[in-house]
């Protein structure tokens, strides 16, 4: 058995990650704020004494003695991270540096959830981990997109300068239970809208792509990513491309064929034209990619929304 936190745990990938955990023998310490996540995702888990929650913020140093770290603390929705820019950047600098701190101190290996959003608006396609990304320094994108790159600067500085042993996949688009109804994200958005009998809103005129995985497959991306040996950045992400308004129509099928898509506002200040992962890597290195797909996915993902609306 092992001692793992999970920072960010009541999220909604952090969710997945501490019932994944825990359903193979480890012990969990799950630390979340609150602020953009719900206890409720985790209330199942809750009767099961190797889980242990703690509210807490990472920007404030702590200490628990731990084997392993997984950082998902982190608003991860344009609308948590615009509401509040300044603390998105602290949690990526100060919050990161202090679990950086911590596993150093208690000889623990790290695992830092990084984003496609790193690959900014990208001019390759599709994204590999080798390219730099083209990311606005000052947008309100910003404060998310460079403050996930910094904190994989400090990962390789803390690595190369007092050999914390991390990990670093960057995730792509992915949907499925314990997601926000309010977060924004097109999933949620367009699932929301369908259940509620109201058409489907799409910003700009709905070419722009995503690839989008569903929450089990990244789950597992990146737990295939800890136990590795593998330092650098992977990408963690589904190959099948689809533009915005694919996405949508198939939302439609699944949820009520007679709603309509309207198209009525401007596309968001620096969202990508373009968004798909080369998963060379992850193949090659973790025997990894995704398994369920998009409508498998999304019809789970409708139930859950369904159950809660």
Same mark, same amino acid.
């Given at each position: 058995?092992?001692?793992?936190?999970?920072?960010?745990?009541?999220?909604?990938?952090?969710?997945?990650?501490?019932?994944?955990?825990?359903?193979?023998?480890?012990?969990?310490?799950?630390?979340?704020?609150?602020?953009?996540?719900?206890?409720?995702?985790?209330?199942?888990?809750?009767?099961?004494?190797?889980?242990?929650?703690?509210?807490?913020?990472?920007?404030?140093?702590?200490?628990?003695?731990?084997?392993?770290?997984?950082?998902?603390?982190?608003?991860?929705?344009?609308?948590?991270?615009?509401?509040?820019?300044?603390?998105?950047?602290?949690?990526?600098?100060?919050?990161?540096?202090?679990?950086?701190?911590?596993?150093?101190?208690?000889?623990?290996?790290?695992?830092?959830?990084?984003?496609?959003?790193?690959?900014?608006?990208?001019?390759?396609?599709?994204?590999?981990?080798?390219?730099?990304?083209?990311?606005?320094?000052?947008?309100?994108?910003? *404060?998310?997109?460079?403050?996930?790159?910094?904190?994989?600067? +400090?990962?390789? =500085?803390?690595? !190369?300068?007092?050999?914390? %042993? @991390?990990?670093?996949?960057?995730?792509?688009?992915?949907?499925?239970?314990?997601?926000?109804?309010?977060?924004?994200?097109?999933?949620?958005?367009?699932?929301?809208?369908?259940?509620?009998?109201?058409?489907?809103?799409?910003?700009?005129?709905?070419?722009?792509?995503?690839?989008?995985?569903?929450?089990?497959?990244?789950?597992?991306?990146?737990?295939?990513?800890?136990?590795?040996?593998?330092?650098?950045?992977?990408?963690?992400?589904?190959?099948?491309?689809?533009?915005?308004?694919?996405?949508?129509?198939?939302?439609?099928?699944?949820? *009520?064929?007679?709603?309509?898509?309207?198209?009525?506002?401007? +596309?968001?200040? =620096?969202?990508? !034209?373009?968004?798909?992962? %080369? @998963?060379?890597?992850?193949?090659?290195?973790?025997?990894?990619?995704?398994?369920?797909?998009?409508?498998?996915?999304?019809?789970?993902?409708?139930?859950?929304?369904?159950?809660?609306?």
């Amino acid at each position: 058995m092992k001692r793992i936190l999970v920072t960010g745990g009541s999220g909604f990938l952090g969710s997945h990650l501490c019932k994944r955990l825990l359903d193979e023998g480890n012990e969990v310490v799950c630390l979340d704020n609150l602020l953009t996540s719900s206890k409720c995702n985790i209330f199942p888990l809750m009767d099961n004494k190797n889980f242990h929650f703690m509210l807490h913020d990472i920007i404030i140093p702590f200490h628990v003695n731990v084997d392993e770290i997984y950082n998902l603390a982190c608003p991860a929705s344009p609308i948590h991270y615009q509401k509040n820019p300044i603390r998105t950047v602290k949690a990526n600098t100060i919050g990161v540096i202090n679990l950086l701190e911590l596993a150093r101190d208690v000889g623990a290996k790290i695992l830092q959830a990084s984003t496609s959003e790193v690959y900014g608006d990208p001019e390759i396609h599709p994204q590999t981990e080798s390219y730099w990304g083209n990311v606005n320094t000052i947008g309100i994108r910003s *404060n998310y997109d460079e403050g996930k790159r910094i904190a994989e600067c +400090l990962m390789m =500085d803390y690595h !190369r300068t007092y050999g914390v %042993d @991390i990990r670093i996949p960057r995730i792509f688009n992915t949907h499925g239970e314990n997601m926000a109804t309010d977060d924004g994200r097109v999933i949620s958005n367009f699932i929301v809208q369908a259940l509620k009998g109201k058409d489907l809103t799409i910003y700009g005129d709905g070419t722009q792509t995503r690839s989008i995985s569903y929450a089990s497959d990244t789950i597992e991306g990146i737990i295939r990513l800890m136990n590795s040996h593998y330092i650098y950045p992977c990408n963690i992400g589904s190959i099948r491309e689809h533009t915005i308004l694919e996405i949508a129509e198939i939302i439609i099928s699944l949820i *009520n064929p007679s709603l309509k898509i309207i198209h009525e506002k401007p +596309l968001p200040q =620096d969202d990508p !034209r373009q968004r798909k992962p %080369d @998963i060379s890597l992850a193949k090659k290195l973790l025997d990894w990619e995704p398994v369920v797909g998009l409508e498998e996915g999304l019809m789970k993902t409708i139930e859950y929304f369904r159950s809660i609306l």
